[in-house]
């Protein structure tokens, strides 16, 4: 007789474990090219910031999804929806942005007043900068540097964020040329641990990649 167990691949920790990873690289790029003028290294490194950021935010993004999935299905997180609502509720929220999905699962989950999805303060303000970051990557629009504007608007979001490339000149843009650092890197592997880990604590959901990072994000 054979048995078979049933299982749930999670992409949280792959994307994570990715951004972390590309993040460690740059910094190492940038240490091993310190001092340089500009030159072809820099390609290497705005390979790993891009990799960070895009990883960063699908785990924010696929975090959200399993809750909902795992919701609709054996876990049950939403004690007031019956199984067929939830699915039907989840096909809805699918259409919505990434932070507006947590926000549905915050209600949901019966958690008033959530810290970590206040507009007006951290960890919100820096998953809102990336997600924008992200989106301008993958859909990315060229802009001339003296006539920037959407650019110009992603600079100010980033602007003391974290620490801008040293192989740039000051007066160049800092969106898309001076955030591409391993501050930058590293911000974004931050930005989406920090929030997925305060939203779990807060609702009391749980945290699937907590024990595999420590206690710091950075670590």
């Known amino acids: 007789m054979h048995f078979t167990a049933d299982t749930l691949d999670s992409f949280v920790l792959v994307h994570l474990k990715a951004a972390q990873k590309a993040a460690k690289r740059c910094q190492a790029l940038e240490h091993h090219h ?18 960070s950021v895009l990883a960063s935010v699908a785990a924010t993004e696929v975090n959200v999804n399993q809750y909902f999935f795992e919701a609709s299905g054996r876990h049950k997180y939403f004690d007031k929806l019956s199984q067929e609502q939830a699915q039907a509720i989840q096909k809805l929220i699918d259409r919505e942005n990434i932070l507006e999905k947590y926000g549905y699962l915050a209600k949901f989950s019966n958690s008033d007043g959530i810290k970590c999805l206040n507009k007006g303060q951290e960890p919100h303000q820096s998953m809102k900068a990336l997600i924008d970051v992200r989106n301008a990557f993958v859909h990315f629009k060229p802009e001339w540097h003296s006539e920037q504007r959407k650019h110009k608007n992603l600079g100010k979001q980033l602007d003391g964020k974290f620490a801008l490339s040293p192989f740039f000149p000051e007066n160049d843009p800092i969106f898309p040329r001076r955030c591409m650092s391993s501050g930058m ?11 997925m880990t305060d939203f779990a604590e807060e609702t009391g959901l749980p945290n699937r990649f907590a024990k595999f990072f420590g206690d710091a994000p950075s670590n």
């Open 34 to 51: 310190h001092g340089e003028p500009f030159g072809a290294f820099i390609d290497d490194i705005r390979i790993e910031v891009v990799t």
């Open 185 to 195: 890197a590293q911000w974004a592997f931050d930005s989406a641990y920090t929030f």
